[in-house]
């Protein structure tokens, strides 16, 4: 597996992905137009809808196809004056029949629309329920960026092709069928003539559709590319406008912001050659076949408004080929976008619960085992983080994690939620294996306060009852007392109901972390994970809290992973782990006593500690 870095922009998302026929070289450009295929099951929902915009269709076709019929009975009939009855009732159908060509032009126009409007958010949700269930494995080589570029930016050019594009292609496909049926009926003779020149008009744009389809996925590429870095850095403003960094990452999203606009340049100039080759070819063909049929009309062979008709169907029919060949490049370059969301779609979760899950003990019972685990991340497959590591933890034990960063402490918890599985080894929980388990079901019996805390930019009402939405609003407000969060809530403007920004950027470190810790006590879990719970909160907040963490831990299976040693003096059991396996085990003072690692870590720990008050008090 390469390293996310060196990966380019057009295979990224396909790092985490095994290699498929459809990604060797050159079979994306010969098979991107397959791409809509995944999309259509989406649109054939609608069929009623589709129905309705193709009857519609066929009726404004139809009255302007009517049209021409018209002016050849008028033309031929001449304007005397003793054809004015018949001129007026022409000219009233006429009017008649433009009015029928307005209403269907607009019900096709807004029932097409609507169906690409509507097909577009069923593929934005579908694609985005497709991200909730794949795996950290997949986000450890995707930009968030640029996921979420495809999640808009392609759906939106994508939505050009269900909505407009559709609208265009569908009323000048059939226009054009009209209007060569009619060409035939008019003049068999000329018809056969534009018959013969439209394969020379045709191929040239079928085969110029190859090279709009690359540039057009080349400029969606840059785009995703200055979106992923937009999104990095405006979500780390802070730290950028710390170091004072403003410049150069302005310069860099310049760049690539520049990159994206030359690629898309290229690609519009590619499609502006094609409609300028396809516009010249179709009417130079018509004027060549209206050259030819004056001379019929010199020669008496079809009289004038039979010209006129043929003409005017030609147009027609000329026209709509014109509008054929934009819309077949527009397509191509939707074909770009949704080969993009087809790869979304085409990543399988490497975590997913097996087609017969094995059900976990009911009322559960909190233990969790390792059974001689080996465990290496994907992008560093060579590097194992975990080596052979074995321990268990029985219902309602207290047990500790410590050791050096690096050692494996919080990829133990990445486990035992599953976003990973083993290499060797196996997990279980309530004595059942996580790979036979569901995951779901497993997350369900799982309380977890990452070193992190993540804070969504809702109210605060809101995260606290992430993990458990059903939860009373005392039930709510108690979790957050426990948490020594109650006091900073309440005095917020909105209390509870405040939102606090993305991110949750409005709060400090400490009040964050509160709110994950109360969130995970509103859980109310069986078995309870503490990755550095506490380690952004100050003296008085620690003490609050961990005095809450003791109540919670009652009855309560809970792994801790911890640096800061003096947080875990009451744990039953601490595991010590050093280069991915467990070197250590045991109470505090009976680690104390060995002298091994422990012993140098609580040293250094304490020691430090005393040196740094010793050093405020002497201030």
Do not use: C
């Not at 009233?92 to 032009?105: D, E, G, N, P």
């Not at 577009?120 to 080589?141: G, N």
């Not at 047990?399 to 990445?414: D, F, R």
């Amino acid at each position: 597996m390469s390293d996310p870095a060196s990966a380019t922009p057009s295979n990224r998302l396909q790092a985490p992905l095994a290699p498929t026929s459809a990604d060797a070289p050159g079979e994306r450009d010969r098979t991107s137009l397959r791409d809509l295929q995944p999309l259509l099951p989406f649109a054939l929902r609608y069929r009623g809808r589709i129905a309705a915009a193709l009857a519609a269709l066929v009726l404004a076709s139809m009255a302007t196809l009517a049209i021409p019929l018209a002016v050849r009975r008028i033309i031929d009939n001449g304007f005397s004056p003793e054809n004015a009855g018949f001129i007026d009732r022409y000219f009233t159908v006429m009017i008649l029949v433009v009015a029928v060509l307005a209403f269907a032009s607009a019900a096709r126009y807004y029932l097409v629309m609507t169906l690409g409007e509507r097909v577009m958010t069923d593929v934005r949700t579908a694609v985005f329920a497709h991200l909730t269930r794949l795996d950290p494995s997949f986000y450890d080589t995707a930009k968030s960026g640029e996921i979420v570029s495809r999640l808009t930016a392609d759906t939106t050019q994508i939505k050009s092709a269900f909505g407009a594009s559709a609208s265009i292609a569908l009323r000048n496909l059939v226009l054009f069928i009209g209007a060569i049926a009619m060409m035939v009926i008019t003049s068999p003779r000329l018809s056969g003539l534009v018959l013969l020149a439209i394969p020379f008009i045709v191929l040239p744009l079928v085969a110029s559709g190859r090279s709009v389809r690359q540039r057009s996925r080349l400029a969606q590429d840059r785009l995703a590319d200055a979106s992923a870095f937009a999104t990095e850095a405006i979500g780390a403003t802070r730290i950028m406008q710390a170091f004072t960094a403003e410049k150069p990452t302005l310069a860099r999203f310049a760049q690539a912001a520049e990159d994206a606009f030359h690629a898309a340049r290229t690609a519009t100039l590619a499609r502006a050659i094609l409609t300028a080759v396809a516009i010249f070819l179709i009417f130079a063909s018509v004027v060549a076949v209206l050259w030819y049929g004056a001379q019929d009309v010199l020669a008496d062979r079809i009289t004038g408004g039979r010209l006129s008709q043929f003409v005017l169907y030609a147009v027609f029919g000329a026209g709509a080929l014109g509008e054929l060949s934009q819309v077949w490049s527009e397509v191509s370059a939707a074909a770009g976008a949704a080969g993009r969301i087809a790869e979304i779609l085409g990543v399988k979760p490497r975590i997913a619960a097996p087609a017969n899950p094995t059900p976990f003990p009911q009322p559960p019972v909190g233990s969790v085992a390792f059974e001689n685990v080996r465990f290496a991340y994907a992008t560093r497959d060579d590097h194992p983080v975990l080596s052979d590591l074995s321990f268990a933890v029985a219902p309602g034990e207290r047990v500790a994690i410590v050791g050096p960063s690096g050692a494996g402490k919080s990829t133990v918890v990445q486990l035992l939620l599953r976003f990973y599985d083993p290499q060797a080894g196996r997990v279980l929980v309530d004595g059942v294996p996580l790979v036979e388990a569901d995951p779901e079901a497993l997350r369900r019996r799982i309380a977890f306060v990452p070193q992190d805390p993540v804070v969504f930019g809702a109210t605060i009402a809101e995260n606290l009852r992430y993990g458990r939405p059903d939860a009373a609003e005392a039930q709510m407000r108690e979790a957050a007392r426990q948490a020594a969060a109650d006091r900073f809530i309440e005095a917020l403007p909105e209390g509870y109901d405040t939102r606090v920004g993305e991110r949750g950027v409005t709060l400090s470190g400490g009040q964050r972390q509160r709110i994950a810790i109360a969130r995970a006590l509103l859980r109310d879990a069986p078995i309870l994970l503490l990755d550095e719970a506490t380690s952004a909160l100050d003296a008085e907040s620690e003490t609050l809290v961990q005095e809450a963490l003791d109540g919670l831990m009652e009855g309560r299976t809970t792994i801790v992973i911890a640096h800061r040693l003096a947080t875990i003096l009451k744990a039953d059991r601490i595991l010590v782990m050093d280069e991915g396996r467990i070197v250590e085990q045991g109470k505090h003072s009976e680690l104390v006593n060995r002298n091994g690692l422990y012993a140098r870590l609580a040293r250094l720990q304490f020691e430090a500690g005393a040196a740094a008050l010793a050093a405020h008090a002497a201030e």
